[in-house]
């Protein structure tokens, strides 16, 4: 059995009440709640969920709670606050968990009965998967950011299902913590078990920001064996698009569309919700507009990105340009509210899925990008390469 450094409940648990048969928690220390998914709640049901939320909290004396007003998507406040800290283990009922793992932590996404036993019992198990190892070289032109990375390898390599995916090499200094967070994040697209950063100097600095507990740093053994090795040159990377349907042995270089419409445009996400993406698209839209027929939706991952972003004046340029900014949440993303297309209508989104019905119809296409490629997008009205945008 493995111990569960911290285990993060969502909203999405608590719709149901089987939460409320839970007697004694492990450790209420080793516990967090985070209200992210369907926040303010519109309707009873969350509603409802919230209320369940907060009397579990406080009958178990969990101080980490997150309810709303200071939320965040789950995995944006677990990086701000500094949850997730080199060498620990982090469970959660969301897929994406796997985010954690830009720093240099064993994250993973479980179901509801697994992280009711590991809020009873601080534990869990899982198998060791084989590796892939992903060495990183070069640097990252303009305008290329982590998503456009995970899109050319997702292309590229396929899926990694049943596989730990391991990122490195002398190009990892050159990516920011917000790509490295990205890249983690959507491992969950190519079904990676866990996605793991090596812990640098960079990763090491911003975790001692954020927190005072003491980082473990876990690096390969010398000599370790991988099911392969692949090269990433950070600087061929162009940026690219994920046709819809799936990420997987599906994605193209911007460039290589022929003009496709869109009806709308979504930045937000635990993938690329960040105040980095926010800047992205606020540099890119300023002074312009937002395409006539083009919706454009921006959803800040937190309360301290949405503060942050209106301190800068982001939101102000966002506003200006045509755009809607909701409060922090995850909507959107998974089509639940602020943003569900509908039949016929084509999304471009720097979100994390874009499967069939993943923002709302069956009948609506969902291409995906960096928020860079979005933002330029919703100016044009089509897909385009936010170089193509003066």
């Given at each position: 059995m493995t111990r569960v450094d911290l285990a993060v409940l969502l909203d999405t648990q608590f719709f149901t009440p089987s939460w409320e048969g839970v007697r004694k928690v492990h450790d209420p220390n080793r516990i967090a709640i985070v209200l992210d998914h369907a926040v303010p709640a519109p309707g009873i049901m969350e509603a409802s969920a919230g209320t369940r939320a907060r009397k579990f909290a406080e009958r178990h004396g969990i101080e980490r709670f997150l309810d709303v007003g200071r939320h965040g998507i789950v995995h944006q406040v677990v990086a701000e606050r500094g949850w997730a800290v080199p060498g620990q283990v982090l469970a959660c009922s969301d897929s994406h968990?796997?985010?954690?793992?830009?720093?240099?932590?064993?994250a993973r996404g479980l179901g509801a009965?697994?992280?009711?036993?590991?809020?009873?019992?601080?534990?869990?198990?899982?198998?060791?998967?084989?590796?892939?190892?992903?060495?990183?070289?070069?640097?990252?032109?303009?305008?290329?950011?982590?998503?456009?990375?995970?899109?050319?390898i997702a292309g590229v390599y396929g899926d990694a299902m049943d596989h730990a995916l391991e990122i490195g090499g002398p190009g990892l200094a050159e990516l920011s913590m917000g790509d490295r967070r990205t890249i983690a994040t959507q491992g969950a697209e190519v079904a990676a078990d866990f996605t793991v950063f090596e812990a640098d100097d960079l990763c090491l600095s911003y975790v001692a920001e954020r927190t005072d507990a003491e980082p473990f740093p876990i690096f390969a053994d010398a000599g370790a064996k991988y099911v392969d090795r692949r090269i990433i040159n950070l600087s061929e990377i162009q940026p690219m698009v994920a046709l819809p349907g799936s990420v997987i042995n599906n994605t193209v270089p911007v460039d290589s569309l022929e003009s496709v419409r869109i009806d709308q445009c979504f930045i937000g996400s635990c993938a690329n919700g960040k105040i980095e993406d926010l800047e992205i698209a606020a540099r890119i839209l300023q002074n312009k507009k937002v395409a006539p027929g083009t919706r454009l939706i921006i959803t800040p991952a937190s309360q301290d990105t949405y503060l942050e972003a209106s301190k800068r004046g982001y939101l102000t340029t966002f506003v200006e340009a045509g755009a809607t900014v909701t409060n922090p949440t995850c909507g959107a993303c998974f089509g639940y509210q602020l943003g569900v297309i509908g039949p016929g209508e084509v999304c471009l989104t720097a979100s994390t899925r874009n499967f069939r019905g993943r923002m709302g119809s069956t009948e609506a296409e969902i291409y995906m990008a960096s928020p860079a490629t979005v933002?330029?997008?919703?100016?044009?009205?089509?897909?385009v390469n936010p170089r193509s945008i003066a």
């Open positions: 968990t796997c985010a954690a793992g830009a720093f240099n932590v064993a009965a697994e992280m009711m036993q590991i809020a009873c019992t601080g534990t869990t198990w899982f198998q060791v998967p084989p590796t892939i190892r992903y060495d990183l070289v070069g640097s990252l032109a303009g305008d290329v950011t982590g998503k456009d990375v995970f899109l050319h933002a330029a997008s919703a100016i044009a009205g089509k897909i």
